[in-house]
């Protein structure tokens, strides 16, 4: 218990011990404090929700990836039904993640990525392409293509990612 409310700074990761919770009462709020801007992260970087799934394939970073029957995520391909929804984009950062490996997974948040496509206009949607594990700002559209927002581009190489369940 902190009494005088004047707030506690950790220059280290925080890890609590199993089975327990990070109770926040009405009001309180998970902040990120900076403004998000085209420049917000550094490249290969990723800030928001972030999970950890066990990867049922080689998953390539910065890839869509959806949550297998196998419990364990693959990359997407919006040229296949049977490989989506996207559930969140892979944040392994330069390396690829090999079957069977731990692969962390951004549900909500920024990812920097200075190999991306350049996803167009600041605001604009990015969905999930037809090529498997890769993202576009265009949308699929041959016939029975599957149609997803994986989220939103900030600038050419900052995305927000919040996929939409609806597709």
Do not use: W
Not at 2 to 20: H, N, Y
């Amino acid at each position: 218990t902190i009494a005088d409310g004047g707030g506690v700074t950790f220059s280290q990761d925080v890890t609590m011990t199993a089975d327990m919770s990070l109770n926040l009462p009405q009001g309180a709020n998970v902040k990120f404090t900076d403004a998000i801007t085209q420049d917000s992260i550094d490249d290969h970087d990723a800030q928001g929700i972030i999970m950890t799934f066990q990867a049922g394939m080689t998953v390539t970073p910065f890839s869509p990836v959806y949550l297998h029957t196998d419990d364990e995520v693959h990359e997407c391909n919006a040229g296949d039904i049977a490989t989506m929804p996207c559930i969140g984009v892979s944040t392994n950062h330069t390396d690829d993640v090999t079957d069977g490996n731990d692969v962390e997974v951004m549900l909500l948040g920024l990812i920097r990525n200075e190999d991306f496509t350049d996803f167009g206009t600041n605001g604009a949607p990015v969905f999930v392409s037809t090529t498997v594990g890769v993202m576009s700002n265009t949308a699929p559209s041959d016939t029975d293509d599957v149609v997803q927002i994986v989220g939103h581009s900030i600038g050419e190489k900052l995305l927000f990612v919040q996929p939409s369940l609806s597709y």
